[in-house]
Structures are given as structure tokens and as C-alpha cells.
């Protein structure tokens, strides 16, 4: 009987490499996968770039936003919501970015 197809490589996924293709430490993995070091090191990487970007960018739209909106308090909390979600998109990105070109 055939195996059933769940898997999203199946010709690659049988595959073993013998070291870490970044960083060439003997390991076992699986085809074009990262050691645990090499995975630490990238996200450690994406997450200094991600908030020293989104802060830098933050700072900058919440000095924007202090001096261009009005001082109604509906308009303020409007503008501190989009500050606090700005940060977050900012970041998200910047390590998602950091991530995919690391590698």
C-alpha cells in the first residue's frame, strides 16, 4: 500500500545532512535545515535589528504625532494607538526581514 501524501517535501524530507550547512558543525539534520546554534544566533540577530529599528522609527512618528495632532483627548488616544501599533508592525517586519536574509 502507498504512503499517504502528508508531507510538504516528501522526496527531501528522507534526506540527512551531516553538518550544519551555515556554520559546518557535525550534525544530524534534516535537507537545508539549521543547527539549534545557527537558529539562536539569527533570531537573536532579528530581534536586535527588529526593536532598534522599530524604536528609532517610533520615536520619530511619536515626535509627529505630538506636534501635528490636536490636544483633544479622543485624537490623542487615536494617535497613541497608531504609535504603539506602529512599533509592532515595524518590528515584526524588520525581523521577518533580518530572518529570511540571514539565512
Request: hydrophobic share 50%; with cysteine; charged share 20%.
Amino acid at each position: 500500500m502507498l504512503r499517504r501524501w502528508n508531507s510538504p517535501t516528501p522526496f527531501a524530507g528522507v534526506l540527512v545532512e551531516h553538518e550544519c550547512p551555515r556554520c559546518r558543525r557535525a550534525v544530524e539534520l534534516p535537507f537545508g535545515a539549521l543547527c539549534g546554534g545557527c537558529v539562536a544566533q539569527i533570531e537573536r540577530r532579528a530581534a536586535k535589528w527588529g526593536n532598534v529599528t522599530a524604536l528609532a522609527t517610533t520615536l520619530l512618528l511619536a515626535g509627529y504625532v505630538g506636534f501635528r495632532v490636536p490636544a483633544d483627548s479622543a485624537a490623542r488616544s487615536v494617535g497613541t494607538m497608531a504609535v504603539v501599533i506602529w512599533f509592532v508592525a515595524v518590528n515584526i517586519v524588520v525581523r521577518r526581514a533580518v530572518r529570511e536574509l540571514a539565512r
